[in-house]
């Protein structure tokens, strides 16, 4: 059975750290695109961070460059989000997705269409208090 699962989530305050996790079963991510998006209460989803497994290439949204860090352990077959110095306008639900097709030739501004992705997780909630 294909999953995604995140973990790591929690209330945080501001300034706090918190690391995402999303471990994979069913599949292997080397090879995909593995997405972060979020949730805020009231707003449309969005991405918040990429990485190309095929090529290691890295995409953030503007707002978390410099505080958030993507990475993925194979052999573990997870997805890590290390998010640093967070801010009340972090909070949300956080959701990984895996895109299967993703390759090198694939252009950057296709990591924000979540048509693309084959499998999403169930999500965590990452409230940040001020």
């Known amino acids: 059975q294909v999953q995604l699962v995140e973990s790591g989530g929690g209330l945080v305050q501001a300034g706090g750290s918190l690391r995402l996790s999303c471990a994979a079963s069913?599949?292997?991510?080397?090879?995909?695109?593995i997405g972060w998006f979020r949730q805020a209460p009231g707003k449309e989803r969005e991405g918040v961070s990429f990485?190309?497994?095929?090529?290691?290439?890295?995409f953030y949204t503007d707002s978390v460059k410099g505080r958030f860090t993507i990475s993925i352990d194979n052999a573990q077959n997870t997805v890590y989000l290390q998010m640093n110095s967070l801010k009340p306008e972090d909070t949300g639900v956080y959701y990984c997705?895996?895109?299967?097709?993703?390759?090198?030739?694939?252009?950057?501004?296709?990591?924000?269409?979540?048509?693309?992705?084959?499998?999403w997780g169930q999500g965590t909630q990452v409230p940040v208090s001020s």
């Open positions: 997705a895996a895109d299967r097709s993703w390759g090198v030739t694939t252009i950057e501004p296709m990591w924000l269409q979540e048509w693309r992705y084959d499998y």
């Open positions: 069913g599949f292997t991510l080397d090879g995909s695109g």
């Open positions: 990485i190309s497994t095929r090529d290691g290439r890295i």
